[in-house]
């Protein structure tokens, strides 16, 4: 299921301890961590530690990774009483999506109204 993961990802060097960030989730198969350039007053980052590089790259065992990834999201949300307000869960893919980092991850969004459609 590893689709051309780059020998310096940046997740994955995270996921080791090599380069330092926020962690606010672990468990056996997702880690969760604050984004460095924050777009919102809460913004969390969910990540794999399967190196997956994009959502073309998810095959049908990877299943019970992505709900998971979704279940440790809402979780996180509701902890921090986003849930009644509500917040926004997002994969980019790709250069259409705006995927900066190949190495599958799932932002949470929260704290402020988001706008739709998307720019
Ligand atoms: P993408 O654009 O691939 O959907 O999201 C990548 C995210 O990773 C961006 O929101 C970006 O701000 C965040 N990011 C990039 N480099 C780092 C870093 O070194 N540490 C953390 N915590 N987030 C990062």
Redesign the pocket.
């Known amino acids: 299921t590893e689709g051309r993961m780059p020998a310096d990802c940046?997740f994955c060097r995270?996921a080791a301890g090599e380069?330092p960030?926020?962690k606010v989730h672990e468990d056996d198969l997702v880690f969760a961590?604050?984004?460095?350039?924050p777009?919102a007053p809460t913004?969390v980052?969910f990540v794999p530690r399967q190196a997956i590089a994009t959502l073309n790259d998810l095959v049908a065992a990877d299943a019970e990774l992505i709900g998971r990834l979704v279940l440790a999201a809402t979780a996180f949300a509701k902890s921090q009483q986003l849930a009644d307000d509500g917040y926004r869960l997002?994969?980019?893919c790709n250069r259409h999506?705006?995927?900066?980092?190949?190495h599958l991850?799932l932002?949470l969004l929260g704290g402020r109204a988001m706008d739709w459609p998307p720019g």
């Open positions: 940046l995270i380069i960030a926020t961590i604050r984004d460095i350039n777009q913004h980052l997002v994969m980019n999506g705006g995927q900066t980092v190949f991850h932002h």
